[in-house]
């Protein structure tokens, strides 16, 4: 999905037309955006937290010349942690096909 497939639905469901829906779409990325770049976490309620979080430097490996260390600074990265609503409609998928999994099945009658 992408951000032009948000906003045709929030248009169409809406009413709204497409380019006031995509002001606001993007003003809210934009927002989002702005507070992570400043260090401070978004938390949106039911959908997940967004943080900017350090990984520590460390040495790395070249696949192609393995015997070169190669040097990774340490550096900001954002980090993404699923709600619980968000988390417990995602479960319902197969890892493989990424379709949402068949219901468990009855236990046999004895």
Do not use: C, W
């Not at 309620?45 to 967004?50: A, E, L, S």
């Amino acid at each position: 999905m992408t951000k032009r497939d948000i906003v045709v639905r929030i248009s169409e469901e809406s009413g709204m037309q497409q380019q006031k829906v995509l002001e606001i779409v993007q003003k809210t990325l934009d927002y989002i955006a702005e507070a992570l770049a400043r260090g401070k976490k978004v938390e949106l309620r039911n959908f997940g937290v967004f943080e900017v979080k350090v990984r520590k430097a460390r040495i790395g490996r070249n696949p192609n010349s393995p015997e070169t260390d190669v040097p990774i600074p340490r550096r900001a990265v954002v980090k993404f942690k699923a709600g619980k609503e968000m988390r417990e409609l995602v479960l319902r998928l197969t890892p493989e096909e990424g379709h949402p999994a068949p219901p468990p099945a009855a236990p046999p009658v004895v």
